[in-house]
């Protein structure tokens, strides 16, 4: 399969505590991509890169996809898109983010 998908950045959920008693938020990243035109695309694997550990997380047919983060991390990530049958296409180019403390 071609390289289907561009993925990019869409939103960063804030870290905030609002009071003493309070969890802080999780902190997250939300990307998105465009929808492949090719009808044998029926999915799509965002990979998440920190350090030597790669997971792979399967967004369906869908074009946006969240992920949790840990604060003070910088993770990369790419995408593929897949058939059927399982094949993957050529992985996107990686991009990369810095979780704030």
Same mark, same amino acid.
């Given at each position: 399969?071609?390289?289907?998908?561009i *993925? /990019?950045?869409?939103? *960063?959920?804030?870290?905030?505590? /609002?009071?003493?008693?309070?969890?802080?938020?999780?902190?997250?990243?939300?990307?998105?991509?465009?929808?492949?035109?090719?009808?044998?695309? /029926?999915g799509?694997?965002?990979?998440?890169?920190?350090?030597?550990?790669?997971?792979?997380?399967?967004?369906?047919?869908?074009?946006?996809?969240?992920?949790?983060?840990?604060?003070?991390?910088?993770?990369?990530?790419?995408?593929?898109?897949?058939?059927?049958?399982?094949?993957?296409?050529?992985?996107?180019?990686?991009?990369?983010?810095?979780?704030?403390?």
């Amino acid at each position: 399969m071609k390289q289907l998908l561009i *993925i /990019t950045i869409l939103a *960063i959920a804030s870290v905030a505590v /609002t009071a003493a008693k309070s969890k802080p938020t999780q902190p997250s990243v939300t990307l998105e991509w465009n929808l492949s035109p090719d009808s044998t695309v /029926t999915g799509y694997k965002i990979y998440r890169v920190e350090k030597d550990t790669t997971l792979a997380y399967d967004a369906g047919n869908t074009n946006r996809y969240t992920i949790p983060l840990l604060k003070n991390r910088t993770y990369a990530f790419f995408g593929t898109a897949y058939n059927s049958a399982g094949i993957e296409s050529e992985p996107t180019e990686t991009i990369t983010y810095e979780v704030p403390r």
